[in-house]
């Protein structure tokens, strides 16, 4: 397997199995999650608290995204790359560290010596999308307590690391303790998947989910080719890339953050123009008016956004998937208290709304 980026590694641990290098390529392996046989199917979210999960709809619980990958894949474990809040994705973290302004969403976790990160999970497959040089050092993965796996993160130019991991669907995984701790000099962690043995749900598709959002985010606030980097991880020869673009909330209502209209369809056009490929679709999912009283932090009317959204997709043939025609323009009793972030009701319109668009389309069917 080769990563895309000269500055990333990937490496993947296999739950009851103990890893060893491989003496051939990875992806001659037919069992390996890689093999080129299968396709591997990712899809990634990208937005703010509104697909993350805000107050009480959280990551945990039934927002629209994680509605959207159990529709596709069993017991979905979504990925993550907001690492300035793992709280919120129940993920303890102890000793030194930082937040680098690097990775998806411009919150990578830069650990130091002696700190760690630890979770509970089910995985039969735990991989880490990290930089590698001459300054990094090395992590080592315990399952349990018990010594799991070692990562070393230093190294001029990129190599890549072959696993001869076992994709165990069959096994009866019970939830385990993983903690991936930092031995010497630091190691900066960019992106944490998690998949579980029932993440085929199609025969010979592989899916894979990865969530790209930061509360109170816009279109600026993240980088979209390590966005397109991260996702491609588990590209192979047969692999589809969806990228559900649903920025846009802040970028009208924030008053921080916001932009014009014209400043908004330019950012639309930036991910698209950096995410849309010959394996890749980018789909735009345009944000709901939010409550009247919300009205007075628009730079310009909301309708304005809008209209230009839909005509700029119109014009690249980008799906666009329009959140006020789902919620039928209604817009009391689908917010929380605040007034602009989704209740479980409104996350489960769009579920169904979302779904029902791409399977018009022929898109993302669930068979």
């Not at 296999?14 to 890689?34: D, M, P, Q, W, Y």
């Not at 600026?220 to 491609?232: H, V």
Request: charged share 20%; hydrophobic share 35%; net charge neutral.
């Amino acid at each position: 397997m080769t990563l895309s980026h000269s500055s990333r590694a990937l490496i993947f641990l296999i739950g009851l199995l103990s890893l060893s290098c491989c003496k051939k390529s990875a992806i001659e392996s037919n069992e390996h999650i890689l093999d080129p046989t299968q396709t591997n199917i990712i899809v990634v979210g990208i937005g703010d608290s509104n697909l993350e999960g805000s107050n009480s709809v959280g990551v945990s619980e039934q927002n629209w995204f994680n509605l959207f990958a159990n529709s596709l894949s069993k017991d979905a474990f979504i990925g993550l790359t907001n690492f300035n809040d793992l709280d919120r994705y129940a993920i303890v973290i102890n000793g030194s560290y930082s937040i680098s302004n690097s990775g998806p969403t411009n919150s990578s976790l830069l650990l130091q010596p002696g700190s760690s990160i630890s979770f509970k999970s089910m995985s039969n497959i735990i991989s880490l999308v990290y930089d590698r040089g001459k300054d990094y050092g090395n992590l080592e993965i315990t399952r349990n307590g018990k010594l799991y796996s070692s990562v070393n993160a230093n190294g001029i130019e990129q190599k890549d690391i072959l696993m001869d991991g076992r994709n165990l669907l069959n096994s009866d995984l019970q939830e385990a303790v993983f903690e991936i701790k930092c031995l010497n000099n630091p190691v900066l962690i960019k992106s944490l998947y998690k998949t579980g043995t029932e993440q085929r749900s199609l025969e010979n598709e592989n899916y894979f989910f990865l969530r790209a959002c930061v509360s109170g985010s816009s279109f600026r606030s993240f980088l979209p080719l390590e966005i397109k980097n991260a996702a491609n991880v588990f590209s192979n020869t047969k692999s589809k890339v969806f990228y559900l673009l649903a920025l846009g909330t802040n970028s009208m209502y924030n008053p921080f953050i916001r932009q014009s209209s014209d400043q908004y369809v330019e950012s639309v056009n930036e991910y698209y123009a950096t995410l849309q490929s010959s394996n890749s679709t980018v789909i735009y999912i345009m944000p709901p008016r939010a409550e009247p009283s919300l009205d007075k932090y628009l730079i310009e009317p909301y309708d304005n956004y809008h209209e230009k959204a839909l005509a700029f997709c119109e014009s690249k043939n980008i799906p666009f998937i329009d959140i006020s025609n789902i919620t039928k323009n209604k817009i009391s009793g689908i917010y929380q208290s605040d007034g602009v972030h989704y209740n479980a009701q409104m996350h489960k319109l769009i579920f169904d709304g979302i779904e029902a668009f791409l399977n018009s389309k022929k898109i993302l069917q669930r068979q």
